[in-house]
């Protein structure tokens, strides 16, 4: 039998409603099966959807399960922060006072704080390194429309969902990218080029999941985690940077980078925007 559970959806990377990423969280996510989850998630049709249980691990504050349209993710940045901002806003303790330890498929995700502003530990890279298969390589090529020379770097950034990440040689190549989604199937695709030096912004991104229902993603924590590891560690980006993502769906999406020590900060604000119940 259905029942009404919390439900909240938030406009994540963002202080602007409507310019970030969309989150749907149902809070009271208990006792609903796993068809069930998929079903609401395809129902609100966004790039993700998520449900808060409570953890299995003695460690974590809460636990997540984060669907696509397509299926079920094992971590996802966006949803990491909504998720966190929504089980705050709903009454959560945090058992370490300015840290909240949320659980996923891929382990415990620590969160913080950042006055305002929610940031996650970016998780270690699974796969990393040079994408060497012609075959991808050349799929990547074909898919996003550009020539050889036109790719700078293709490499694996995959913290969990299966990130490749392909380098173009500026913020406008990547902008005026027009994809061919059909060619993209079965690719989970980033892409970043960098704003000449004094911008306020200093990356564009663009994230590209057709096979998970989501054509092109507005604004992707995963993604950007994946990415400030990569391009830190190679020296191609500073130990603190903003990322812009979201422009060629209309969005004005921020992403707040900031290495600190041994960890990576991926942070970003939280707007909320639907409060209520929903009867699953």
Same mark, same amino acid.
Request: glycine share 8%; with cysteine.
């Given at each position: 039998? @259905?029942?009404?559970?919390?439900?909240?959806?938030?406009?994540?990377?963002?202080?602007?409603?409507?310019?970030?990423?969309?989150?749907?969280?149902?809070?009271?996510?208990?006792?609903?099966?796993q068809?069930?989850?998929?079903?609401?998630?395809?129902?609100?049709?966004?790039?993700?959807?998520?449900f808060l249980l409570p953890p299995t691990d003695a460690a974590a504050d809460y636990r997540v399960r984060i669907f696509t349209p397509g299926g079920e993710l094992p971590f996802a940045g966006h949803p990491t922060l909504g998720s966190a901002h929504a089980w705050l806003a709903s009454g959560g303790d945090p058992k370490k006072p300015g840290?909240?330890?949320?659980?996923? #498929?891929?382990?415990?995700?620590?969160i913080r704080r950042d006055g305002a502003r929610l940031a996650?530990?970016?998780p270690p890279l699974r796969r990393q390194g040079p994408v060497e298969e012609p075959a991808l390589? #050349?799929?990547?090529?074909? @898919?996003?429309?550009?020539?050889?020379? #036109?790719?700078?770097?293709?490499v694996w950034v995959d913290n969990g969902p299966g990130w490749m990440a392909a380098?173009?040689?500026?913020?406008?190549?990547?902008?005026?990218?027009?994809?061919?989604?059909?060619?993209?199937?079965?690719?989970?695709?980033?892409?970043?080029?960098?704003?000449?030096?004094?911008?306020?912004?200093?990356?564009?991104?663009r994230a590209f999941v057709p096979t998970l229902g989501v054509p092109?993603?507005?604004?992707?924590?995963?993604?950007? #985690?994946?990415?400030?590891?990569?391009?830190q560690g190679a020296g191609l980006a500073p130990d603190s940077y903003v990322a812009a993502q979201g422009a060629a769906l209309g969005r004005a999406g921020r992403v707040h980078v900031a290495r600190e020590g041994a960890h990576c900060w991926i942070g970003?604000?939280?707007?909320?925007?639907?409060?209520?119940?929903?009867?699953?």
């Open positions: 039998m @259905s029942e009404l559970r919390r439900f909240v959806q938030v406009d994540v990377f963002t202080q602007q409603p409507l310019k970030g990423n969309p989150l749907a969280v149902v809070v009271d996510g208990a006792g609903l099966s068809a069930q989850m998929a079903a609401f998630a395809r129902w609100t049709n966004l790039s993700e959807t998520t840290e909240v330890v949320q659980e996923c #498929a891929i382990g415990l995700v620590r996650f530990a970016a390589r #050349a799929q990547v090529l074909q @898919s996003l429309r550009i020539e050889a020379a #036109a790719l700078v770097d293709l380098r173009l040689q500026s913020a406008d190549a990547v902008l005026s990218l027009d994809p061919d989604f059909n060619v993209m199937k079965g690719l989970k695709l980033g892409v970043v080029g960098a704003y000449p030096p004094g911008s306020p912004q200093q990356f564009e991104v092109e993603d507005p604004v992707t924590g995963s993604l950007n #985690a994946g990415l400030a590891l990569w391009l970003g604000d939280v707007t909320p925007l639907i409060h209520g119940q929903v009867r699953l």
